[in-house]
């Protein structure tokens, strides 16, 4: 079989892996699947979750994890490009605060650039994505939107 993904699909996914839900992608279906391991009473996501414990990665190749991806780094580089000094000043002082992910969040709202942010890190999942397919020579094909 092909190994082949929807690179929207992927990126989608991506958004929302977290140390408590990974997703794989399965060589042998072509899909990408989710675990959740709060959720293994679902027989589904048991049975997913056996045959991945139980794999040498020769079937199920893991997508990048929250600490391949560094959102951290990723909200740096955006407070770093943004044009007005005022706004960059006070996202690069929220991001260097306890509680930075929250203390962006607010000053995102407060100077309405969430819309910008959002953009800015689809883009660059989506650059993740397309290295994690080259990495493990999978093709990608574009289809339906990443909303």
């Known amino acids: 079989m092909k190994r082949l993904v929807?690179?929207?699909?992927?990126?989608?996914?991506m958004d929302m892996v977290?140390?408590?839900?990974?997703?794989?992608?399965d060589l042998q279906t072509g899909k990408i699947e989710?675990?959740?391991?709060?959720?293994?009473?679902?027989?589904?996501?048991?049975?997913?979750y056996t045959l991945i414990q139980e794999d040498d990665y020769s079937r199920f190749i893991p997508l990048p994890a929250p600490e391949d991806i560094d959102l951290y780094h990723i909200m740096m580089d955006f407070a770093n490009l943004q044009r007005r000094p005022s706004v960059r000043s006070r996202m690069l002082s929220a991001l260097q605060r306890k509680g930075?992910?929250?203390n962006f969040a607010f000053v995102l709202k407060d100077v309405r650039g969430e819309d910008?942010?959002?953009?800015?890190?689809?883009?660059?999942?989506?650059?993740i994505a397309i290295q994690w397919c080259e990495d493990n020579r999978i093709y990608y094909y574009y289809k339906d939107a990443y909303i």
């Open 18 to 25: 977290t140390d408590d839900m990974p997703a794989y992608y």
């Open 34 to 48: 989710v675990v959740d391991y709060y959720g293994t009473t679902n027989p589904t996501n048991t049975h997913l």
């Open 116 to 127: 910008q942010w959002y953009c800015y890190r689809i883009e660059r999942l989506h650059l």
């Open 6 to 13: 929807n690179m929207f699909e992927l990126v989608r996914i």
């Open 100 to 102: 930075a992910f929250k």
